[in-house]
């Protein structure tokens, strides 16, 4: 009887102790899906970006209204999610940290693309959402000689 007894201890001692590493080896699976969900994550919004960042700088007018076409067909791309519109600027756009909450029409980045001289040099900045960390703003600026 007492070795029963012992034995259904031991029984009892070894399923909590297999219940217990189950539950050990769940957390690290979460845990690490989760890791590699961020790193995804970060890695789209690099690849959303760098769209547009290479432009950044001091760009030539026809640079600049290649940039134009992009940011145009990149909002064309979300017609329904304004979240996602990139705003055209005639200025400065590293101040801009919030996306647009109404659409960014091609009329507006049109107007703003005819004034684009081809023969000029302009200042492109970019403007980043501060929470997400995508690009929300493009501003140009012509360059003074």
Do not use: W
Not at 25 to 39: E, F, P, Y
Not at 61 to 74: I, N, P, W, Y
């Amino acid at each position: 009887m007492e070795n029963a007894s012992k034995a259904l201890i031991i029984a009892g001692a070894i399923l909590i102790s297999i219940v217990i590493i189950s539950l050990g080896v769940m957390i690290v699976s979460n845990v690490m899906d989760t890791i590699r969900g961020a790193n995804v994550s970060e890695q789209e919004r690099e690849a959303y970006n760098q769209i547009f960042v290479s432009y950044e700088g001091t760009r030539s007018g026809t640079q600049v209204r290649a940039l134009c076409d992009k940011v145009l067909s990149h909002n064309q791309g979300y017609p329904d999610d304004f979240s996602r519109h990139i705003q055209l600027l005639e200025k400065d756009a590293s101040s801009t940290t919030a996306a647009p909450t109404a659409a960014v029409t091609a009329k507006e980045i049109s107007d703003i693309k005819a004034k684009i001289k081809a023969g000029s040099t302009y200042t492109v900045t970019i403007g980043y959402d501060q929470n997400s960390g995508y690009v929300v703003a493009v501003g140009i600026q012509a360059k003074t000689k």
